[in-house]
Structure formats: structure tokens, C-alpha cells
């Protein structure tokens, strides 16, 4: 999924660009009014090692792409979409300037897909399948292996998107939409079972910690010997 430089033209590249700064802006005012707290940003930490991880694991899919997991509604179900934009804004940079791990001039187009697109796009998913399950710590899970299996071709088809406005590279349209669609629902396949299995042993273990699970657990009510009686 990582766009690499020569990919887009340049008038293309900028606006991708000065769109991802915009929602990263955005993001930063909404993580620090609505979601970091003491508990939290020591958890998008440890999830930024893990999405950082997964990413580096890259294999071709024809036409000239590579395909890989996203992570990011894993990331935006456990620390809250904002912050998880900045997580995934954090890993692509450190990938594009160490790794050389996507373009450094596509690196707004890079956080535009996966860090905007296919993590928001994914987590609305998530919320609709969440509020459509039954209140129980089951259902979690389940709606994020949802949202997570959504973002993954919804990224894909967005960049071919771009492509049909500002491809630069020689790949044929179609051959570019036939690989990255196409493997995509695979990889997606892939995240959903991913993100299911982590966040169900997180919501298992420490339930408080999701944020995604906020408002959709059943309250529970602490009763003391007075009030059983």
C-alpha cells in the first residue's frame, strides 16, 4: 500500500499533501481535547511498535504495488480515531525518511490513504456494525474485524483513484485497479482476523482501555451490602 515516489505527478502529490496536513492538524486538536489522557498515551505508544511492525512486512501484488496491513482501526478502536491518525502519521514519516519504506514525496498521499481514509472510513464501520450488535464485550471485537476488513480495500481504491487523476507511472488503469482491488479483499481478510484477535484480548483483559468499547459495554453497577439487602 505504500505509494512510492513517481507513482502521482506532482500537482497530485501536493494536494494529497496539503490535505493529510489538514487532517493531522485537525486530528492533533481533537486527540488532545477528547482522547490522550495518562492511560491512553501509553497505549498509542505500544501500538505504534505494533502497527510499525506490521507494516514492514511488505509483498508484491503486481503491477508494480506492494500489499501489506494497515493497522489503522486496530489502532483507532483501542486509542480513539485522532490519536490514531497521529500514530499512523508518526510511522509512515519514520518508514519514508529511515526505511525508505514509501516516497518521500508521496508521504501525504501515504497518510492521506491509510491515516485518513482507510482508518476514518474504517472506524465509521466500526461504530454502524457496533450499534447494530448486541451490548456485550463480544460484539467489539467482531465490529472491529469489520471496519478493519472495509479500510483495507477502501485505501486500495482510493489510490487508484488518485492514480486516475494523477498517474505518472506507465501501468494501464485497469491492470493497477485489477491488483491493488483484488488483493486488498485478501489482505483485508487478513487485518480483520488480526484486529479481532487483538482487540478481543485487550477488551477481555482491560475493557476500560478501549476506546472504542466506550459506551457500547454494559455500565456495571457496583452494589454494596446495604443495597442487596
Known sequence: ?????????????????VLAAG???????????????????PLAGLVAVFVFAAQMI???????????????????????PATATLV???????????FADGGVTALGTNILLMGVIGLWVGYGV???VARLLPRRPASVPVAAGVGAFVSVPVAALAFVGLYAVGGAAPIPLATLAAAMGGWHVLIGLGEAAITFLAVSSIVAARPDLVHGARGLLPRLE???PEAAQ
Open 58 to 80: 511488505n509483498f508484491p501484488v503486481g503491477a508494480g504495488t506492494s500489499g501489506h496491513l494497515l493497522g489503522g482501526v486496530l489502532a483507532a478502536v483501542l486509542v480513539g
Open 126 to 128: 466500526f461504530r454502524l
Open 23 to 41: 487532517f493531522v492538524g485537525f486530528s492533533l486538536r481533537r486527540a488532545v481535547r477528547a482522547e490522550l489522557d495518562e492511560r491512553t498515551a
Open 88 to 98: 499512523l502519521t508518526v510511522v509512515l514519516t519514520v518508514q519514508a525518511f529511515l
Open 222 to 224: 457496583i452494589r454494596t
Open 1 to 17: 500500500m505504500h505509494v512510492p515516489d513517481g507513482f502521482l505527478d506532482a500537482p497530485t502529490s501536493v494536494g494529497t499533501a
